[in-house]
Structure formats: structure tokens, C-alpha cells
């Protein structure tokens, strides 16, 4: 199976401020299989970007993914209030489907 | 709209089976297709436990689930089903259906299944 290690765990940041997130897997991933996510308590994970580079319908351009082989980015431009939330990447090139841990992203 | 609709909110008793749907609409439901189960525990990871192929029925399982799970479909009813046997505490938890195949993973809205004595 492939492990998805998230880092950092937690980010502070301020409303405005760049967010990089990383994901880094166990073994090479097709970038065609990467997928991002933002979750806020009690809802169901949103899909911000798949095939490692691409955003889904109405994700604004602030989020930016990249990457290839086992180390994939997630970047938000300027924060806004609104994405303060968990973020976690999946891969689904090999079954099992596998997740990162999450990467927390709080008000400073 | 191309989405998956799920089954609502389940409590149950431990030792209790849950069986959990996922309603496909939008795209023909056995067009090289899979569909995974995941579940995400209070506070813990998403946790994949099995899929089955719209196409023929084929399904695979996490060895975790293998012996108390079921995954099925009804390709007239365009639904996939998931049935876990022999609840514990620990089963307490948001389960999700998620396409992977087309262009990007779609994925049902969760089901809170709660288990408590």
C-alpha cells in the first residue's frame, strides 16, 4: 500500500499569507492519481484538485497543486477566511485508495 | 447532475449489521467504474475498506473488513451497497462511497453510522 506522509501537521497562518502544503508518498505516484481535499468539521471532504494539477468545478485559482513522483504540492495564494480548514491528499492509482494524515490550517 | 446520494444517518446496537447506499446519477453507472467504500473515524484518517466494479460486480476488500463485509450493486437501480456485520464501538464512524475512473474521484455526501449500546 501507499503511504501518504502530510507535513506540516499544523500551519499558522494569517488571512492574506501564502499556505504550502506538502504530501510525500511511499513510492511514486502517477500524477494523473493525486487528488486534493479541504474538510471543515462535519462535512464531507471537498475536492479542491485532482490529477495533481487540475481544479475542480469552482475551486478558485488561489489553490494551486503540483508535483510529481512522491513529493506533490498544495498552495493557497492568499488565504482567505473561509480556508481555514484540514487539507489532505489522496492517491487512487493503486488500490488500496490511501490518504494523507492532514494538514491542519488555523487562524494565527 | 452527476453525483452520488447516500443513505441517511444509522444508529445501531453492537453486534448489529448496517447496510449503507450510494445512488448514482448522472453518468452511466457501469462505464469502467469502480466504487470504493472509505470511512473516517472520529478525529482519525480516512480509512478505505473495499470496491466493487460496476461493470461485472467484481469486488475487493480491505483484509481488516474482509470477514463482516459486503459491498454489492443493482445496475438497473444504478446503486452500490455496502453491509457491515458484527458492530463494535469502533465501527462508529462517516462512511462514503467514491467513484475513482472519469476524470476525477466523486464522492457521496457520508453517512453517519453510530453504534451504541
Known amino acids: 500500500e501507499i503511504v501518504l506522509t502530510q507535513s506540516p501537521g499544523t500551519l499558522s497562518l494569517s488571512p492574506g499569507e501564502r499556505a504550502t502544503l506538502f504530501c510525500t508518498a511511499s513510492q511514486s505516484v502517477s500524477t494523473t492519481y493525486l487528488a486534493w481535499y479541504q474538510q471543515k468539521p462535519g462535512q464531507a471532504p471537498r475536492l479542491l484538485i485532482y490529477g495533481t494539477f487540475s481544479r475542480a468545478t469552482g475551486v478558485p485559482d488561489r489553490f494551486s497543486g503540483s508535483g510529481s513522483g512522491t513529493d506533490f504540492t498544495l498552495v493557497i495564494s492568499r488565504l482567505e477566511p473561509e480556508d481555514f480548514a484540514v487539507y489532505f491528499c489522496q492517491q487512487y492509482a493503486i488500490s488500496p485508495l490511501t490518504f494523507g494524515g492532514g494538514t491542519k490550517v488555523e487562524i494565527k | 447532475q452527476v453525483q452520488h446520494v447516500q443513505s441517511g444517518p444509522e444508529v445501531k446496537k453492537p453486534g448489529a449489521s448496517v447496510k449503507v447506499s450510494c445512488k448514482a446519477s448522472?453518468?452511466?453507472?457501469?462505464?469502467?467504474?469502480?466504487i470504493h467504500w472509505v470511512r473516517q473515524a472520529p478525529g482519525q484518517r480516512l480509512e478505505w475498506m473495499g470496491w466493487?466494479?460496476?461493470?461485472?460486480?467484481?469486488?475487493r476488500y480491505s483484509q481488516k473488513f474482509q470477514a463482516r463485509i459486503t459491498i454489492s450493486r443493482d445496475s438497473f437501480a444504478t446503486t452500490a451497497y455496502m453491509e457491515l456485520s458484527t458492530l463494535t464501538l469502533d465501527d462508529t464512524a462517516v462512511y462514503y462511497c467514491?467513484?475513482?475512473?472519469?476524470?476525477?474521484?466523486?464522492w457521496g455526501q457520508g453517512t453517519l453510522v453510530t453504534v451504541s449500546s
Open positions: 466493487i466494479y460496476a461493470g461485472d460486480g467484481e469486488t
Open positions: 448522472g453518468y452511466i453507472f457501469t462505464d469502467y467504474y469502480a
Open positions: 467514491v467513484r475513482i475512473g472519469g476524470s476525477h474521484p466523486l
